[in-house]
């Protein structure tokens, strides 16, 4: 892949929470129109890199590029919105007391262009068509598949060159994650350019192009998504084989 594809940098990238050294030493990069997992357990560190790619969590050390070579390090999380970053975050994070469309329409709100906003809106609810059903009603009322789908449509909004997706599966029942992932792999189609933290690593292995393997901080091995679920490291740690 071209140096020209990158959307995503990430340089010898160190965080801290207080004594407590989080992430040692990453490096992950991803490319325009790919998939890219990043699996491990519980406590490794995925959402600590999430929340510093998007802003919310400051680094210790280490360098973060998006498209075109800017450099984002210090910018302020509602810029790297505005640059095009959007993030479905771990929880959701609604805004329960507004209505399913209000929340929807508060992803957009970067943008201006009327016209596409609506489109949006309407790809939004072809894909989830529950949601144009409950369009008027509170979002806190939602269950919690529908809540994920809001969240995922209202990062959408933004119409983002990357979306950041952590735990999408997180506490849903089975047909549910199945009908995430089935749209996670229709955003592969139309060659969105997503990275995806999933404690499901074989549904994340399976759908990905590319995955990195974070443990205690750590990327321990990255490759091919194909090649890591015969991997017999993963398997073992990751995979229950």
Known sequence: MHKSDLVLNIEKLDCHYGNIHVLQDINLEV????????????????????????????????EITFKDNINITDTEPEKRVKLGIAQVPEGRELFKSLTVEDNLMLGAYTRNDKVEIQKDLE????????????KDLISGNLSGGQQQMLAIGRALMSKPDLLLMDEPSMGLAPVIV????????????LHMTVFLVEQNSYFALTISDRAYVL??????????????????????????M
Do not use: C, W
Not at 123 to 134: A, G, N
Not at 178 to 189: C, G, N, Q, R, T
């Open 31 to 62: 490319h325009r129109g790919e998939i890219v997992a990043l699996i491990g357990a519980n406590g490794a560190g995925k959402t600590t890199l999430m929340r510093t790619i998007s802003g919310l969590k400051e680094q210790n050390r280490g």
């Open 123 to 134: 790809f939004v609810y072809e894909k989830f068509p529950i949601l144009f059903e409950k």
């Open 178 to 189: 199945e009908e995430i992932f089935a749209f996670i792999e229709e955003l592969k189609k």
């Open 215 to 240: 443990e205690n901080g750590e990327i321990v091995l990255s490759g091919n998504s194909k090649d890591l679920v015969k991997d017999p490291r993963v398997k073992e740690a990751y995979l229950g």
